[in-house]
């Protein structure tokens, strides 16, 4: 599992092994935009302000994963403990 804190609130979440980031926010109460949650269409791409993220879409490019500044947050996870998003 690792954590994900939202810029704008502060508020940290715990993201299980079995959960999506999306899931747990949205469980939350925390709207965010998805469309096709299978890392294809790039509707919950979101900036990654700190943290390190395990990208597992197929929307963006190599350099863009390589980048580490924005990701997909219906499926991809986290390499780092935590991940601070602009959000
Ligand atoms: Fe389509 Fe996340 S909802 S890439």
Excluded: K, W
């Excluded at 949650?37 to 490019?61: A, K, N, W, Y």
């Amino acid at each position: 599992s690792f954590e994900v804190v939202l810029q704008s609130s502060g508020v940290i979440y715990q993201i299980p092994a079995e959960r999506s980031i999306v899931q747990v926010l949205e469980a939350a109460g925390v709207d965010v935009p998805v469309s096709c949650e299978q890392g294809i269409c790039g509707t919950c791409l979101t900036r990654v302000l700190s943290g390190e993220p395990d990208h597992r879409d197929m929307f963006m490019t190599d350099e863009e994963h390589a980048a580490n500044d924005q990701m997909t947050l219906c499926c991809s996870r986290s390499r780092s403990a935590r991940l601070v998003l602009d959000l």
